[in-house]
């Protein structure tokens, strides 16, 4: 009895490296391309880099699978931002919609103010630029440990929530759960902490500390 064939495409777009535009992203391949008709999803079994120039985002993966306009999931993938900033992930989602990029499954993240960033989830809110790692934090440079640290790049503020541990030179802070620490960066140093911070500037981190 013959069986129906699957709706699904092997290697049959492309096999070179030839760049390929889906829903804004620019995508080069590094071998085969699945499509699944059924989904309209495509899948990078080899992997390759992915660029969001409008939102200033490359991605680089040892796997991708596509779904045009809406999702770019990778495995074993390094972003990079236009902050700067650079993470790491065994596994993570591009929400094209969203603008996030959501990463788990042990996540790094470095950039000019924190150094050694990590957590089991990690989120790059690409419009508006903050960076969220929840799940229980560390972090190199500065010498911290949280529940989850909320970063905005563009006023270089932090917000640690409790229960955390900051050591850095004169700075040494902690506080059990609930707490809230607001630390301004220069360069990769805090030069400004409170452990009280006013409410209209918390109000601006309180979306992202759910």
């Known amino acids: 009895?013959?069986?129906p064939l699957p709706l699904l495409l092997l290697g049959?777009?492309?096999?070179?490296?030839?760049?390929?535009?889906?829903?804004?992203?620019?995508?080069t391949p590094r071998g085969e391309q699945r499509l699944n008709l059924d989904t309209g999803?495509?899948?990078?079994?080899?992997?390759?880099?992915?660029?969001?120039?409008?939102?200033?985002?490359?991605?680089?993966?040892?796997?991708?699978?596509?779904l045009p306009g809406q999702t770019l999931k990778a495995t074993g993938a390094t972003v990079t931002t236009k902050q700067g900033?650079?993470?790491?992930?065994?596994?993570?989602?591009?929400?094209?919609?969203?603008?996030?990029?959501?990463?788990?499954?042990?996540?790094?993240?470095?950039?000019?103010?924190?150094?050694?960033?990590?957590?089991?989830?990690?989120?790059l809110h690409l419009k508006t630029g903050f960076v969220v790692a929840s799940g229980g934090v560390q972090a190199k440079t500065?010498?911290?440990?949280?529940?989850?640290?909320?970063?905005?790049p563009a006023t270089v503020q932090a917000v640690l929530t409790g229960p955390y541990q900051v050591n850095q030179g004169t700075l040494k802070a902690?506080?059990?759960a609930g707490g809230r620490l607001l630390m301004v960066f220069s360069a990769n140093r805090v030069v400004r902490a409170t452990q009280t911070p006013d409410p209209d500037t918390l109000a601006r981190f309180g979306p992202y500390l759910k």
């Open 41 to 66: 999803a495509t899948d990078l079994p080899q992997g390759g880099t992915a660029t969001d120039a409008r939102r200033g985002l490359t991605l680089n993966a040892a796997r991708l699978n596509l």
């Open 174 to 176: 902690q506080a059990p």
């Open 142 to 152: 500065p010498a911290l440990s949280g529940a989850a640290l909320v970063f905005d």
């Open 85 to 123: 900033g650079t993470l790491k992930a065994p596994q993570l989602t591009y929400d094209l919609n969203a603008g996030t990029v959501t990463a788990s499954g042990g996540v790094t993240y470095t950039d000019a103010r924190l150094q050694g960033l990590s957590a089991p989830t990690l989120t």
């Open 12 to 27: 049959l777009l492309s096999a070179g490296a030839h760049a390929l535009t889906f829903g804004g992203l620019t995508v």
């Open 1 to 3: 009895m013959l069986r």
